[in-house]
C-alpha cells in the first residue's frame, strides 16, 4: 500500500493552514486543515473542516510520548458533526490507511536507525 500523505506544505505552526496531499483508493485529493496546537518535541495537531464547523470536523493529534526505550507515537483523529454517521465506510478506509501510514514510518525510522523489529 502506498502512503496515505504524500505531501504535506505549510508552516507547522499554531493558527497557520497547512496543504496535505492525499491518496486513498486510487483517489488523490488535498486538505487544508488549520493547525490548533503545536508543542516542539511533543504534540501537533490539526483541525480539517467540511464546510462550515459542526457538518464535518476531524480533528487530528500526533504525539511523541517519552519511553524507557525511546520514543512512543501516538497518532489519533476524531470526526464530529452531522456528516459523521454517513461516513462509515469511508471514515474506517481512513483508519485503515493511517494505520498503514503508521506502520510505514516504524519500517522507515527502524532502518534509518539500524534496526529490524516486527
Do not use: C
Amino acid at each position: 500500500m502506498e502512503p496515505f500523505i504524500v505531501d504535506a506544505s505549510g508552516v507547522p505552526a499554531h493558527g497557520e493552514r497547512l496543504a496535505l496531499k492525499m491518496v486513498a483508493g486510487g483517489k488523490t485529493f488535498t486538505v487544508r486543515p488549520n493547525v490548533v496546537e503545536r508543542r516542539d518535541g511533543q504534540t501537533l495537531r490539526w483541525v480539517g473542516r467540511f464546510g462550515v464547523p459542526g457538518l464535518f470536523d476531524a480533528d487530528h493529534f500526533h504525539e511523541l510520548q517519552p519511553t524507557a526505550a525511546g520514543t512512543h507515537y501516538v497518532q489519533r483523529e476524531e470526526f464530529t458533526g452531522l456528516l459523521v454517521p454517513f461516513l462509515g465506510k469511508t471514515l474506517a478506509a481512513t483508519e485503515v490507511a493511517f494505520q498503514e501510514m503508521n506502520r510505514a514510518l516504524k519500517r522507515r525510522v527502524e532502518r534509518a536507525l539500524g534496526q529490524v523489529h516486527s
